[in-house]
C-alpha cells in the first residue's frame, strides 16, 4: 500500500501547450506533466527562475492523470505586440513602448479546452521529496499564487479538492476519486475514459511518447517521457469529492 494525492481540475477553458512551431500553438488534449508541476509550483509558492526547487519538484512525484470529460477544442486567433529595445531610453508605460518603437506585431492561433474536467494522482517517486503530500494537498486547498490552467487567462471553475488515500496503485487511487456530479452532469463524459500515468517496470499496456518534462523553465526546455495509455469504465455513481481537513 503507499500513499497518493488526487484532486479536480475543470475550467471553462483550459490550454496544455505542446511542441509548437511557427504561429500555430495547440494545446495537448489532457494535463501535461509540465502543467500540473506548474499548479503544484504556484500553489507551494516556487517561482519560476528557483530552477533548483523546480528540478526537485519535478523529480520527486510521479503523475496520473484521468480525462473525466473531454471537452471540445477551440482555435482562437490573437494579434500580439512585441515592442523592442529602444537604446538606453527608459519606457515607462505600455504608450511609450507604442510610440517609441517599432510593435512588431505577431499573428498567432492558439488552441484551447472547453469545458473540460480530468483526476489527477501524484505519488512519492523516492523518500527524497521537498514536500510530503499533505503540504500539497494544503497548498492546493489555499495556493499561495493565482493558479492559470496553462495560462493566465484560464483560471480554475472548481476547487482543487484534495484527497490521500491509501491504495496498491494509481489506477486504484483514481478510481476512488469520483467526478463532481454537479459539473460531471452537464459536460460530455464518456463510460470509458482515458487514462495517463507514468511507466514504472515492464506492462503491458499501450505505451506512449510525450514531450512534457520541463528542463530549463527559463528557456522553455522539454525531455520526453514515457507513459502508459489506459481505459478505464466510469464509476456506476458520481459523488462529490471529499475533502481531507
Known sequence: ???YLTFQIYGPLQAYGTVAVGEIRPTSTMPTR???????????????????????????????????????????????????????????CRRDELLLTEPNTILSRREYLMDALFTVCLWQANHTVPYSLQEIA????SPRWTIGL??????????????ITDHTTPQEAVAAYPADKLVSAGLRSPQVMRMLLDTEGPHTDTETTVRDVPLHHGRRQFAERKVRELLVRKAATDEVPHVDE
Open 150 to 163: 496553462g495560462r493566465k487567462s484560464c483560471p480554475p471553475a472548481l476547487p482543487f479538492a484534495p484527497k
Open 138 to 141: 494544503r497548498a492546493l486547498r
Open 34 to 92: 509540465s502543467a500540473v508541476l506548474g499548479i503544484l509550483a504556484a500553489a507551494i509558492g516556487i517561482r519560476r527562475d528557483e530552477e533548483t526547487r523546480l528540478a526537485e519538484l519535478r523529480d520527486g512525484y510521479r503523475v496520473a492523470v484521468r480525462e473525466d470529460a473531454p471537452g471540445k477544442v477551440m482555435l482562437d486567433y490573437h494579434t500580439i505586440q512585441t515592442p523592442g529595445a529602444r537604446g538606453k531610453r527608459q519606457l515607462h
Open 1 to 3: 500500500m503507499a500513499q
